[in-house]
């Protein structure tokens, strides 16, 4: 059973790192800190770029873990009794480690190639206005993807595309949201490179945090609604 479960938490690490350094890393590559609003071509490639890493995570590791690489995913399914507690704390665990790892490997080379890291494609509340906005926009965009992987993960039928849904739905809440935010929708990564962001990402981190994990939390409980109408995924062991 543990050796099971530390393939699980490999997974997620190797998941999360992947996601964050190819993520992560097109942001600075492209935009660095001037994503946004006047850069919607360089938003639309980071979107992809996320989206796209997801889609390759997910068919590379998504047998092993079911490849959550998200906090407020783990979150929603621990709420709907489809991840043990045990598990939920070793998922998260291994999901910010492997953020932290990636980010510091992103700066490692971009510092190493002569190129300024600036903030490492953290999280900001600027965009929004502030804290209140970037946490509407958070809470929403989270709920809605997180809400789509809970149809994805519920229908046999979709077993095949799942992570191809899940790729493409992160790449549309992330050009919604790049603007605002800097598009997170994931705990572990905004805790990732906000650790070597700097001072004023760090001091927005509680936002980026908590908000996607509400976001998680309001998803499962508006699936619930719709749950009697399709196939629970069967617990996991």
């Known amino acids: 059973m543990f050796d099971n479960d530390i393939k699980k938490y490999m997974a997620e690490f190797m998941g999360t790192a992947g996601l964050i350094f190819l993520g992560c890393g097109c942001a600075v590559l492209v935009g660095g800190e001037n994503l946004g609003a006047g850069n919607p071509g360089g938003n639309v490639v980071v979107a992809l770029a996320f989206g ?35 598990r939920f704390f070793g998922y998260v665990g291994a999901q910010v480690l492997g953020a932290t790892t990636g980010a510091g490997v992103l700066f490692l080379v971009v510092t190493l190639a002569g190129i300024d890291p600036g903030n490492l494609a953290s999280n900001s509340a600027a965009g929004a206005g502030g804290p209140v906005g970037a946490i509407i926009v958070e ?53 990732g490179p906000a650790i070597f962001g700097g001072a004023e990402a760090l001091s927005e981190l509680w936002i980026f945090i908590l908000a996607p994990l509400a976001g998680g939390a309001l998803a499962i409980l508006a699936f619930k609604v719709f749950k009697e109408k399709v196939k629970a995924p069967p617990k996991q062991k």
């Open 52 to 86: 796209l890493s997801v889609v390759a995570m997910a068919y590379t590791l998504g047998k092993v873990s079911g490849c959550h690489l998200n906090p407020a995913i783990s979150l929603a399914l621990l709420i709907d009794k489809r991840l043990p507690v045990r």
């Open 139 to 191: 809470v929403i965009l989270t709920s809605i993807f997180v809400f789509v992987i809970l149809g994805v993960i519920t229908d046999p039928d979709k077993g095949n595309i799942a992570g191809l849904i899940a790729g493409l739905s992160l790449t549309l809440v992330i050009i919604v949201g790049i603007s605002f935010t800097g598009a997170s929708f994931n705990p572990a990564r905004s805790i």
